[in-house]
């Protein structure tokens, strides 16, 4: 969602500075730590040593402050044309946000009309890296993930969707590329506005063009 779908960067950025300043953490790098991952992960992470309960407190924290700021959540390039192509049952929103983050960013961004299938932070036991999170999504369109592909803008994510089975599409919206390749993307575009979609001649089969180059087709995600 986050970086693919929806650009949550400002107010990712001014929640999260604000929760490390309270705990002289550096913000940029609070930042940075937070992406792609369940935001429980990476408080335990920047709080090593605090009890399991003062990691569950400044989760609920973190959950209803980047629930009150959607200033400046919009979507990104191409995913209004994207997710409109592509009839709702057929793809899945894999996002490490909980339940009711992601409905609120993907409200805020004019996308949750188009979503029906949702994984969220609240939906898992193992977020990204681990393969749990895309092998639900693709679950939930009655699909092996490696008749999936995965789109992703952070090495977490990417790990994710390689564990899972599924290939792995990178967008360079957050990451640079040496990063997404050493995660395992199979390719990189810009954004959602580089990729194209239409019907292949076999029924239940759709084609996924990249610019200069074709993704080999695939069946359609049910």
Same mark, same amino acid.
């Given at each position: 969602?986050?970086? +693919?779908?929806?650009?949550?960067?400002?107010?990712?950025?001014?929640?999260?500075?604000?929760?490390?300043?309270?705990?002289?953490?550096?913000?940029?790098?609070?930042?940075?730590?937070?992406?792609?991952?369940?935001?429980?992960?990476?408080?335990?992470?920047?709080? /090593? =040593?605090?009890?399991?309960?003062?990691?569950?407190?400044?989760?609920?924290?973190?959950?209803?402050?980047?629930?009150?700021?959607?200033?400046? +959540?919009?979507?990104?390039?191409?995913?209004?044309?994207?997710?409109?192509?592509?009839? /709702?049952?057929?793809?899945?929103?894999?996002?490490?946000?909980?339940?009711?983050?992601?409905?609120?960013?993907?409200?805020?961004?004019? &996308?949750?009309?188009?979503?029906? =299938?949702?994984?969220?932070?609240?939906?898992?036991?193992?977020?990204?890296?681990?393969?749990?999170?895309?092998?639900?999504?693709?679950?939930?369109? =009655?699909?092996?993930? =490696?008749?999936?592909? +995965?789109?992703?803008?952070?090495?977490?994510?990417?790990?994710?969707?390689?564990?899972?089975?599924?290939?792995?599409?990178?967008?360079?919206?957050?990451?640079?590329?040496?990063?997404?390749?050493?995660?395992?993307?199979?390719?990189?575009?810009?954004?959602?506005?580089? &990729?194209? &979609?239409? /019907?292949?001649?076999? /029924?239940?089969?759709?084609?996924?063009? &990249?610019?200069?180059?074709?993704?080999?087709?695939?069946?359609?995600?049910?």
């Amino acid at each position: 969602m986050d970086g +693919v779908l929806v650009d949550s960067t400002p107010a990712v950025a001014r929640v999260w500075a604000r929760w490390a300043r309270k705990h002289n953490i550096d913000p940029d790098y609070a930042v940075v730590a937070a992406h792609g991952r369940t935001s429980l992960t990476s408080i335990q992470e920047l709080l /090593p =040593h605090a009890a399991p309960a003062i990691h569950l407190a400044e989760n609920d924290w973190m959950e209803r402050a980047e629930i009150e700021d959607i200033k400046d +959540v919009v979507a990104l390039p191409g995913t209004q044309t994207l997710l409109s192509t592509i009839p /709702p049952s057929q793809f899945a929103v894999v996002t490490s946000a909980t339940r009711a983050l992601a409905e609120v960013r993907l409200r805020a961004a004019g &996308l949750w009309p188009f979503i029906q =299938h949702i994984v969220t932070a609240s939906d898992i036991s193992c977020g990204k890296p681990d393969p749990e999170p895309y092998l639900k999504g693709a679950a939930a369109l =009655h699909l092996a993930a =490696h008749l999936c592909v +995965v789109i992703e803008d952070a090495p977490s994510g990417t790990h994710s969707g390689k564990a899972a089975g599924a290939r792995v599409l990178a967008v360079r919206t957050t990451t640079p590329d040496s990063e997404l390749l050493a995660a395992g993307a199979d390719w990189i575009v810009n954004d959602c506005s580089s &990729l194209r &979609l239409a /019907p292949d001649p076999r /029924p239940g089969y759709l084609a996924l063009a &990249l610019p200069d180059s074709e993704i080999p087709r695939l069946p359609k995600m049910r």
